[in-house]
C-alpha cells in the first residue's frame, strides 16, 4: 500500500522559511515525478513544484521555493523561503508516472498525500 506522509507544516511570519518533507512507503520515489500542490480555503488545489529528471516551479514560488529528493530516504521535500501571506495553505505531496520533464497537472499524479497547513502571518 503506497503511503505519502507530509511534515514540517506551520506557522511563520512573513518573510520566514519552513522545510517541508514528504516520507513514501510502498514505492521508491525515484522511480516516481514527486509533485507538491497547494490549497488555498476557496480556492482550486494548484500546483508549486515537482521534480524528477529535472525540476520545476510555479511562476508565484520561482526564486523562493526549492524541491528536493533523498533517495535514500525515499523522501522529497519542499524548502520554502521569504514566505508570503499569499502562501498561506495546505500544501499536498503526490507521485506520479516517471517522466523526464514533470508535469504540473493534477491528472498526472497517482498517489496523494492527506497534506499539512502552512500558515504566514504578516
Known amino acids: 500500500q503506497v503511503q505519502l506522509v507530509e511534515s514540517g507544516g506551520g506557522q511563520v511570519q512573513a518573510g520566514g522559511s519552513l522545510r517541508l518533507s514528504c516520507a513514501a512507503s510502498g514505492l521508491t520515489l525515484r522511480g516516481y515525478t514527486m509533485g507538491w500542490f497547494r490549497r488555498t480555503s476557496g480556492k482550486e488545489r494548484e500546483f508549486v513544484a515537482a521534480?524528477?529528471?529535472?525540476?520545476s516551479y510555479a511562476d508565484s514560488v520561482k526564486g523562493r521555493f526549492t524541491i528536493s529528493r533523498d533517495n535514500a530516504q525515499n523522501t522529497v521535500h519542499l524548502h520554502m523561503e521569504s514566505l508570503k501571506p499569499e502562501d498561506t495553505a495546505v500544501y499536498y505531496c503526490?507521485?506520479?508516472?516517471?517522466?523526464?520533464?514533470?508535469?504540473?497537472?493534477?491528472?498526472?499524479?497517482?498517489?496523494w498525500g492527506q497534506g499539512t497547513q502552512v500558515t504566514v502571518s504578516s
Open positions: 521534480i524528477s529528471a529535472a525540476s
Open positions: 503526490a507521485a506520479g508516472a516517471y517522466r523526464s520533464s514533470p508535469l504540473p497537472w493534477e491528472r498526472s499524479y497517482l498517489y
